[in-house]
């Protein structure tokens, strides 16, 4: 059995590789890197791998406890979102967000708790992935959601 830690890190790692392989990038090799997820020539950047927020219609990031997961996104130089499917048979897509330190809006979610809302408006769209991959996002997500996830496998 697949515990939602081990979801959460294939999710993470499927979306790292992605961006890795459609922009032939250099992964960092630690994992734990808390500054980026690896770098494009003498750029760092950052790989999210989520569900798009169909309130905002924007990539939501909330703060992690240690508080270093805004500082982390803000101190890259590119920003990536790896978009999770919503259907067993849809693409996931990589999107890279353009002027990422500015353009989030302020949202917050059902308890009260600040994110950041960043427009898929202003991301464009880099690549998409191809339908094992898709899939295993997509089946990895469903097992850790909590909220209006419509279960279905094709």
Not at 2 to 31: C, M, P, Y
Not at 97 to 126: F, Q, T
């Amino acid at each position: 059995m697949v515990s939602s830690s081990d979801s959460r890190f294939i999710i993470g790692d499927i979306g790292e590789k992605a961006v890795e392989a459609a922009l032939k990038t250099r992964r960092s090799d630690d994992w734990y890197d808390d500054s980026k997820d690896g770098t494009i020539g003498g750029m760092t950047y950052e790989v999210k791998t989520i569900r798009l927020n169909n309130k905002t219609k924007g990539f939501w990031l909330g703060e992690n406890k240690t508080r270093t997961m805004w500082k982390k996104v803000d101190g890259v130089d590119m920003l990536f979102f790896v978009m999770i499917p919503e259907a067993a048979d849809e693409p996931a897509a990589i999107y890279l967000c353009i002027d990422h330190k500015n353009c989030w809006e302020p949202a917050r979610r059902n308890n009260g708790e600040g994110v950041r809302s960043y427009p898929l408006s202003k991301c464009l769209r880099i690549s998409t992935l191809g339908t094992q991959m898709s899939r295993t996002l997509y089946e990895h997500s469903t097992k850790i959601s909590t909220y209006r996830r419509n279960v279905n496998y094709v």
